[in-house]
């Protein structure tokens, strides 16, 4: 027999989201002169962000649905709709909000420090403070009913991490009612920062020294310290030249170092982090110590999001590039650039779930998070006795979902998904940039192309382990390997228009569907549309408050081009990554600036 309890079956209303954003920022400056050219810039910027990401009503609670079919308070095989009581026992809302804010404060002093023969050097010198915040605020209308097998709650926190989270007196589990509300997770940090920085421009040849092949020649070179609490600091340099070689031919290179501490949201569990467990997965890792009761299927406990302890990611960068600007061909622009990034402790979500249990090669890439667990025999919901390869994960903090202890109990292998410090990886690639810019008919016309091709990406999963080629895959989240964008602008008087062009290379789908081949994703290529004017420029009967506005229309996606299908082992049926799913979108805006 089939029942059906479908939305339509049970009579649900539909659910209602409304994810609303209200944002705002402010700055203030300050520029003052001081002695020669020497002047000093103060600015304080301020900015604060509160976002409902999902704000849903008449959701159904599944928990509650099963916890009143089971005690025969709602019949399944009856084809009457659901009262409005019923719909109240079984429908709830879900609140996901986020608040953050940014403050940085900016001193800086710059001028003359004295005269070369090429012109004058020049220096600038400052420090920064920086503060930012973050909270985060989940709550849902759950059912946690341990006599019937339901559990919708997401785990207490671990030993060690009591407290953390949703406290009192606010609504907070455990839940004693089914479909009942409460917050799963209220969590705020701040954090401070620090900065010292010092810059010169040093002119070494111009252009009145008349020495061959060299028109010009200028340095630049900085220092910019960064100090994070509970993180640490780092000096970071970085030293460029720029060599106009003739008007028409200039060469620049620039070589730096760079530090970024993780950042609020990627430290902290408690924003965002998951358990779940998996039952009877394939298991063709080719490990015999990866076994469960039948042969070929495992359990798996799964864990992802965010982790604490996190360390900065740190880059070495240079770039090489040229740029042909010809007198023969006025408004002409053409640049090329060859680059090279070597980054160290890259904090990424790892793949390792499923790819790492289908086939060996998964295994032999990702064996670094798969976790072999061999729970004693006596384990069990009441006696819960772990192996301790598994007590990492049972310690982890998990938000959301519920792996329950019987279920721990089951577990033969544990996945870590979560965001962490890889070993290194390495990029290089080539960036080319055009325009041309010219008049007709009283006209002003602009054409501009920009395009990237990335030439490698390779990728250590582990600071031992030898770097693999992720250009181009999906799996591991690898950059496309050709993309670009061209755009034709006309301008007259007040009125502008702009088509462009988007491509996107192909690349390939290495996460298919369990026991399909991998396959190539086809290339995605949209345009784009947007007219504006210049209401000031439109006519002298503007009034003066209107005198720096403009209204825009942008149409995105104009042939609404759907993204390609791509099926993936996680059920996916797109790349989010690459494309998007939201098809011919219009928006008119309205742009004001005060007198």
Known sequence: MTVDLSPAALGLPAFITSNSDTNWDGIFEVHAGLWGDWHADFSATYGHDRACGECQSNLLDPGALQYYVDTGVINPLSTAPLTSAQLSDILGRN??????????????????????????????????????????????????????????????????????????????????????????????????????????????????????????????????????????????PKISFKWALSR??????????????????????????????????????????????????????????NKQNLKPETANTWSLSADITPHAVPGLKLSGTYYHVSYKDLILGVSSFPAGLLSAQGYATYKAYIHPVHNPSECSATNQVYDPALMPYVKAVGIYGIVTPAQLCQINVWVDQRGTNVGSMTENGADFNGRYDFTAAGSAWVFDFDATKVISERLGLTPTQPKISILGSMLNGGLVPWRGRAS?????????????????????????????????????????????????????????????????????????????VVLTASGAAFDGNNANIFGRMISLNFSYRGL
């Open 95 to 236: 609140l996901q909000i986020n608040k953050m804010s940014l403050q940085d404060d900016v001193l800086k002093f710059n001028g003359t420090v004295f005269d070369l023969p090429a012109g004058p050097l020049k220096a600038a010198i400052g420090v920064e403070h920086m503060r930012s915040t973050e909270k985060v605020i989940n709550g849902a209308s759950r059912t946690d009913e341990a006599a019937y097998g339901i559990y919708e709650s997401a785990a207490l926190p671990p030993v060690g991490f009591e407290g953390i989270g949703c406290t009192s007196p606010l609504p907070c589990p455990p839940r004693t009612q089914p479909d009942e509300f409460a917050y799963d997770n209220i969590e705020g940090r701040s954090r401070k920062s620090n900065s010292g920085f010092v810059e010169f421009y040093i002119p070494a040849v111009s252009a009145e020294q008349h020495i061959p092949l060299v028109r010009s020649l200028t340095f630049d070179v900085a220092d910019r310290y960064d100090h994070y609490d509970g993180v640490g600091g780092r000096s970071d």
């Open 488 to 564: 034709v602008t006309w301008i007259k008087g007040a009125v502008n228009a702009t088509i462009s062009g988007n491509y996107v290379g192909t690349y390939q789908n290495d996460s298919p569907l369990f026991g399909k081949p991998n396959s190539t994703v086809s290339s995605w290529t949209t345009f784009d549309f947007n007219f504006g004017v210049y209401l000031g420029d439109l006519s002298s009967s503007v009034p003066d408050w209107l005198s720096n506005s403009s209204v825009s229309l942008h149409v995105n996606n104009i042939f609404d081009r759907n993204p390609p």
């Open 248 to 305: 028409d031919f200039q060469l620049q290179g620039t070589w730096g170092k760079s530090f970024v501490a993780p950042n609020l949201v990627q430290s902290d569990p408690f924003v965002f982090s998951y358990k779940a467990f998996v039952g009877y997965m394939p298991n063709l890792t080719g490990n015999s110590a990866i076994s469960g009761s039948i042969p070929g299927l495992v359990n798996v406990g799964l864990i992802g999001g």
